[in-house]
DNA sequence: GAGAGTGTGTCAACATGCTGACACGCCCAT
DNA sequence: ATGGGCGTGTCAGCATGTTGACACACTCTC
């Protein structure tokens, strides 16, 4: 019972830091993708869509770990926007898979070269091999804490 | 313009990964702070309140990466329920020095073990040093990014 | 062929969090 | 004492995201 290491300062708790470190993250990447007319979800989605064509709404939303349902806004944003391309089926309850346009492409080319130049700020105090350790590090914890994390939808 | 590393799997981006392990956390520190009626934030607020009592709104809010506004509901729920105290003063612009009560700091001491075995879990593939080179890692991640990351306000 | 079971897309309601803006108190320089 | 600058608390409006629920399509089993 007793107090452990309940007493340390929260700079020293990886989950702080965890939460810190991705908040920054976060919150670069929305800076620089907003002269893209880009969020971070719609980024996202175009860069899963583009290693996996042909998914559907709800297979994105996984991988993207939100909800089908804002996937679905984020897709038919998107999708307004000409990035991408589904096929307009009228019903519901139908897998509708989903492609990346040409100008979706272009535009995600882009972003991707925006985003480099805010991933190398972020790692340019790490060697190749601290953040291949470090990624290692983060796959682990994700891994432990239960992989099915996220809104998972009904 | 050659295509550098864009065709690596996601699961190879730090950045990714990042998202993934906080997204996990994230989850799982909520589903153990249910029983407590917590949510995290709210728990993150006692937390840095018990390191720092006499906090402002305003400071708390910006160690917990939320807005003033989000931080004050927060405070309001917390007030309501006896877990802290703070001046009742009737004019703005006036910090409000928030200090914990007996009942808030049991139940952070509650919330503080149950978290600890989230932590525990989480971590319990990585060796203390490890430990220590990971968050030293994201700590240099997040200042690398610049420090004032998070929704600042207006 | 009929049935359950799973996966999917969509709607409504709700919760959370942020941006913008305002009024007020404190502090320092003049 | 008086003015400006800064920090703070609060209000309104909006955007985002989630939970819960429903209808439909596909597949597998009997």
Redesign the pocket.
Known sequence: MSQEQILQPVDESVGYMLKKASTALRSAMDQALRPLDL???QYACLEVLRQRPGL???????AV????????????GLEDRGLLT?PPVS????????ELTSVGRERLLAASQVLGVVEHKMLAALAPAARRRLCADLASIAAALGDEA?????
């Open positions: 969020t971070v979800p559907s709404g709800a297979e994105l939303a996984r770990f939100v909800s089908r349902q804002s996937m679905n806004l984020v897709l038919k589904r019903g519901h309850g139908k897998a509708l898979p989903t996220g809104p998972g939808g009904s």
